[in-house]
């Protein structure tokens, strides 16, 4: 018998490591995608697996680590796709490639051919050196993913290659929410549906951009809770849902936690309520509209006008669904349920717009989706918006989608 080959033993020793590797950073994935990073639990994991919560510390000494290595996962996947649709000769190719990237990679997750990667929404709510370094990696996916329209250009071209970089991203970061209630086989046309609003947008041959802000008034009956409800939510999109723990909401506002007991019986109450403040927001802003008249175009123009400012002012922000992992299920349900009405509330003035005419003849349906993921994460784009007149940047996002990722016509309104 011939002696054994140690490098052969080597080598599939460390494939069978990579691969045990592998299936907990899916398994990690998973829990963070369900409950959050700060609520994923190494006993979870390692039940996932089939381990036993000692076998998962042999790859990952700490639920840190773990929860690090799942979003750099994701980083560099996202770097790998956005190589590939650079590769393409023009923004309009580089973008559709990119989209039927992740269709690709969705339709495989769906089939049972690929895992899911982990969901970015709690990366901020890592600490030191890793959260450093976690945020430098999501800097370069979005300074490549604004790579897709080129990098020449003016001060104003940047600015707008940076809105229309995060409304993609955001737009296939949001695909996972609603592509669900399609068949599989169904997939390429939904892409193609989509593609279609990033090309040409949905204002019809001609519209311009001219909104009129709507004057929403949104007090709450119990003095001093609408303040806490806006700290709240603002940490909540910053941190994620266990990040922002009842002593950061606390102190955001310099008040003690006997305050937040005052105003809220416990943290899952307090995200309902913030999330039910929003939803009334956007659902007031809609009745807004309508009340208002005018064409759909008119209504819908005005309804982005005024959810943008209020994200970019000190009115906002709304709060981005990502906190509904930490949710219990029920009321997780019951908080979707309202998104999908507003989100149908567009689609049905979308398609009024379309027999009207002034709305491009476009899938109301997925438009309303597209609609929904922009305006869901415009809060992270307040930075961006400073360093410009508020009407401009309200004009640059909402542009999109308004006119399509590749019409400048914005830039000389």
């Not at 799942?70 to 560099?76: D, G, K, N, S």
């Not at 997939?187 to 019809?204: C, D, I, K, N, S």
Request: aromatic share 8%; glycine share 6%; hydrophobic share 45%.
């Amino acid at each position: 018998m011939n002696a054994p080959n140690k490098a052969g033993a080597a080598e599939g020793g460390t494939k069978r490591f990579l691969a045990k590797r592998d299936a907990i950073l899916a398994a990690a994935a998973d829990a963070i995608n369900e409950q959050s990073a700060k609520g994923m639990t190494f006993a979870d994991v390692a039940r996932r697996v089939g381990l036993n919560t000692t076998s998962v510390t042999y790859y990952f000494k700490r639920k840190e680590d773990l929860a690090a290595a799942a979003f750099e996962q994701t980083l560099e996947k996202l770097k790998e796709m956005l190589g590939e649709a650079l590769r393409e000769p023009t923004p309009e190719r580089r973008v559709a490639r990119y989209l039927a990237i992740n269709f690709e990679r969705l339709a495989a997750i769906a089939r049972g051919e690929a895992k899911a990667l982990a969901i970015l929404s709690d990366l901020r709510a890592m600490d030191g050196d890793m959260k450093r370094d976690l945020l430098a990696g999501w800097r370069e996916v979005f300074r490549l993913t604004r790579s897709l329209w080129g990098s020449e250009g003016s001060r104003a071209e940047t600015d707008l290659r940076g809105a229309r970089a995060h409304v993609l991203l955001e737009n296939t970061f949001w695909l996972t929410v609603w592509l669900t209630r399609y068949e599989i086989d169904e997939y390429p046309r939904v892409e193609a549906r989509l593609m279609e609003v990033f090309t040409h947008g949905f204002a019809a041959p001609g519209a311009r951009w001219q909104p009129h802000l709507l004057d929403l008034v949104h007090d709450d009956a119990e003095p001093g809770r609408e303040a806490f409800l806006l700290a709240a939510t603002r940490l909540i999109n910053e941190l994620g849902y266990r990040g922002a723990s009842v002593q950061k909401i606390a102190s955001e506002l310099n008040v003690t936690k006997g305050s937040f007991y005052h105003h809220l019986d416990a943290k899952d109450e307090l995200v309902i309520a913030c999330y039910k403040r929003s939803f009334d927001i956007i659902a007031d802003t809609q009745r807004l509209a309508e009340e208002r008249g005018g064409s759909y175009w008119d209504r819908l123009e005005n309804i982005m006008a005024t959810l943008l400012d209020v994200q970019f002012s000190e009115r906002g922000p709304l709060l981005r669904t990502t906190a509904l992992s930490g949710l219990p299920p029920r009321e997780r349900e019951v908080m979707i349920d309202r998104s999908n009405r507003i989100a149908r509330r567009y689609a049905g003035m979308l398609a009024d717009g379309i027999a009207e005419g002034s709305i491009r003849a476009i899938d109301p349906l997925v438009a309303s989706q597209a609609m929904m993921a922009m305006q869901n994460a415009a809060f992270d784009m307040r930075k961006w918006a400073s360093t410009m007149p508020r009407d401009r940047a309200v004009a640059f996002y909402a542009s999109t989608l308004a006119y399509g990722l590749f019409d400048d016509r914005v830039l000389s309104d």
